[in-house]
């Protein structure tokens, strides 16, 4: 049985387009002399589609597509993920068409994902088709789990899936499809999405395992790919390709911020750069995923920022070839405090100064992004968010945030891994100690020690969700650790209000990790 | 059997104060010779909780909180909402303790909120209790809709709910307890949480109705309450008061904000007070729950301000008590003009220049908000988010917003509630047409028809989910209708950065609506 696994980009919503893309590969897979060619869960509307999953007007537009793909498929079967209406719910299914023919829906039974729980209701779950011989048996998702439904039927196992991008989530996936495949005795098929929706990064990597649990087939990941297989024969298992970490989050992010350029039909972008790693890092990825041409970069110097950051920045946005525009917010800043001057009378500088700064940035750059319509880039990172370094409405700004999911430390890597071919981001950047510039002799380490040490406490308290006495059992500072464990908890409002942020951990901030603002909860 | 209903204002996470509540009401229920004590769903740890839910410390304080509150039961019985490990997965349950004895959990079937789709599990729904010689079907949330389950055991129905307010629910709640009742022919019980939990209004309007559909007990709206009733007793049937739907509107703005500033322990708080009919109300509001000694105004002038504008919000000031100051951003607008200079050249006026004057504005309030702690109101309605009108870190900013799920036309309404036993809003203010005064001679109206036509077309595409072809047919201007509808599409970005929001609608916008932002859906 010849078996085409058609991994491909989908936007949400854009039913003609997902159509186009899958007919145009179903008749790729007849000129290939393929039996069945397998797409991803939720391929013709595109994931997460959120409330669009509830409206009756974008499941039928899905069943309309789904009517003119089947028409196409003569003399070769598909399977092609959909969401349907069952009972008045919305289930996510796997339509199978044969020669032309829709014959049945599978559903899927376990909706576990945080980003359609609300949206989805359970399915039927795994359900078994007859192909050249082979009981197939067609699971959708974390349906997969549920080997007791196809452990003793089937010989061959199908799994379409919309399965998110987050670091080791492809080697984990290989792995278990290895194992399964190996224990069962069966051949495995994994079909996912990929490309980038907004916050979410899929990233493809679909594969097929036979009965030894040697991969046979291989999709790209974080590209669109075509395989095709025939597990009866004869396969030379393959090798897993190995990519380190940051590599992956690497090509995750330039996947994320290329589609959601490309989905919302944006070109241009701007970005303030501070001469800090963390903008310069934002500055490479999008010069990179943009084009040079296409991004412009502010600085926006104050009275208390050091020499070297302009001097970083302007050779930075030299050395890539940028646009610039130095626009120092001293004047404004002292035209804001002279205006301010009646109602703070003589109180001493204090956060309110520092933020007014950081705000004026925003202004700056808002009104460069409106005038111009460069869309604005944020630059946090995850470990500024979680304690609440950044400025609401003032750098924790922009339309999409793309390193915001990743420690200081990983932009660091990040960095190097972007300079690892040639100098990007001078290396002064990579070597000066982190600071905010918004007082005198400011530094990010005057509160908290040094990031790495923060970055192990943040790690263990949100992706490993540790209580703090576990982590001051294994070594960490006492005082430190409760410190940092109240900023978290203070800064849920500042991260309410904070922008959409490219996935890449198992535990983002936002969609991915929801706490009540209000709440007394503090253990 | 005498039943009382403890319907109490919980905050999340504080398992003291919750279970010294929960023990101060088993007492008092003690010494009214009360044979069942009911409080609501999630009554011990305070809903929603999200993502503690699924925190292990979190149930086991719940639980901790449960033996304690039991050790109190002596010669009561008690029936007390918290969330419990069940099969590893959390479900919200219903604990039921005889003497001191907790004898078993009931747990909820039917998860149909959004708010904790994800983070509660479906638990086996309706289960039965003896007591007094009634037998009692106990019933968690929308669990009571399964009416197969309970309609030919019990006598008596008893629902623990954690039911948030919106518009015209407190009616439906009574009209289909009173229909359950009568054509079950049993006794029904209700008790709701009251209280706010950031954006969430927890209403009460707990109730007892008799088996002819006949009201007998009625807790208050929008307060803590403590009712007893005995359902052997012949019971004289009370009326079930009517209150207008903008009346409960404002109790449970009212409540909302009140709850929000003292859960999280904040007393003052400051706002933009335009001249305009928004932040009016806000002012209005605010100086009402928070105490005219706790707001403090802004006046932000600039030279697009008509001269009405800073005399119509000083007048209210005055006539409120409250403390303001007038900060003009002129000078500082032309700064920064002045600064951009370079980069802007002769380009003519446009959105740039009149988001950067919201964008100030801004400034000027956060900066006194982080001066004196002042906690700063948001004064968008839900007209103006919807189409995209206000600017994203200019007005459309504040720690919380209290009447952003309003529509303008309610927000008219609600106006003149307000003034109805004096003129607290100066008459002046809502003859006014609306207009956001960012470039000479603006008005609201330019660029679309008046509010009242504007959001009867929102009202139906946004709460009532009609398509567009639907509005036209109803006699709307097809050309208006697709103009919003295109509005409303492109706006999701600006709503996502938008602060938390007290929900009085069926669908408001932020967490009671998701919408993908990259998506090409627009049908």
Redesign the interface.
């Known amino acids: 049985m010849r078996i085409a696994l058609a991994q491909l980009n989908y ?4 039913f003609e ?1 997902n159509k186009v893309k899958i007919m145009d590969a179903v008749q790729r897979a007849k000129r290939e002399k393929v039996d069945l060619v397998v797409f991803a869960e939720q391929a013709i509307c ?1 994931a ?5 999953l509830n ?1 009756v ?2 499941l039928g ?1 899905g069943e309309d597509a789904l009517v003119e793909i089947a028409s196409c498929c003569d003399g070769i079967a598909a399977l092609i993920g959909l969401p349907i209406q069952k009972n008045n719910r919305t289930v996510s299914a796997a339509a199978f068409i044969q020669n032309r023919k829709i014959l049945r829906y599978v559903s899927k039974k376990k909706v576990v994902w ?1 980003d359609e ?2 949206h989805l209701s359970c399915g039927d779950g795994c359900e078994f088709v007859t192909l050249c011989g082979h009981k197939i048996a067609v699971v959708i998702g974390h349906d997969i789990e549920d080997e007791q439904e196809y452990v003793s039927y089937a010989d061959t196992v199908i799994n379409l899936a919309a399965s998110p991008y987050y670091r080791a989530v492809i080697e984990k996936r290989y792995e278990e499809l290895s194992r399964r495949a190996y224990t069962m005795n069966k051949n495995f098929i994994f079909v996912n999405q990929v490309g ?3 916050d979410v990064v899929y990233d493809g990597s679909s594969a097929v395992f036979n009965c030894y649990g040697e991969a046979i087939a291989l999709a790209r990941s974080f590209e669109e790919d075509f395989v095709v297989v025939d597990i009866d024969a004869k396969n030379e298992p393959l090798e897993i390709p190995y990519q380190h970490k940051t590599v992956n989050v690497y090509r995750a992010i330039r996947l994320g911020l290329r ?2 350029f490309e ?2 039909g944006y070109k241009k972008a701007c970005l303030g750069l501070s001469g800090g790693i963390d903008s310069a890092v934002v500055a490479a990825i999008a010069a990179e995923v943009l084009g040079p041409e296409n991004l412009k970069v502010l600085m926006l110097p104050s009275q208390f920022s050091s020499d070297h950051s302009v001097e970083d920045a302007l050779l930075m946005a030299d050395s890539l070839g940028l646009e610039y ?1 130095v ?3 001293t ?2 800043y ?3 405090m ?3 001057k ?3 009378g003589n ?1 001493p500088f ?4 520092e ?2 700064q950081a ?2 940035r ?3 750059m ?3 992004s ?2 111009f319509g460069h869309i604005l880039l944020n630059t946090s990172n995850k470990s500024e968010l979680a304690v609440g370094y950044g400025t ?2 003032g750098d924790n ?1 922009g ?1 999409i945030s793309i390193i915001g999911d990743l420690y200081k430390s990983e932009v660091f890597s990040l960095a190097r891994y972007i300079n690892h071919n040639r100098e990007i981001i001078p290396e002064r950047i990579l070597l000066k100690e982190p600071s905010a510039e918004l007082r005198p002799e400011q530094k990010d380490s005057d509160a908290l020690p040094p990031y790495d040490v923060v970055d192990a406490i943040l790690y263990r308290m949100i992706e490993e ?1 540790q ?1 703090r006495e576990e982590i001051i059992n294994a070594g960490f500072d006492a005082e430190v650790v409760y410190k940092i464990y109240g900023m978290i908890l203070r800064n849920e ?1 500042k991260r ?5 942020t490219l996935r890449v951990s198992s535990c983002p901030f936002g969609k991915g ?11």
């Open positions: 936007t949400i919503g854009d387009t595109g997460p589609a959120y409330d669009l409206k007007t974008f537009l945080r729980a609300y980038g929706q907004t589609d959601f989905k919302n525009d626009i120092p917010i004047k404004a002292e035209t804001i002279d205006t301010l009646p109602v703070f109180l204090d956060v309110a100064e933020n007014i705000r004026l925003c202004v700056m808002m009104a460069v409106n005038k609401l409405y700004t339309v969700g209580h409002q309410y209000q904070f922008c959409p990790r929801v706490m009540p603002i209000t709440s007394k909860y503090g253990f």
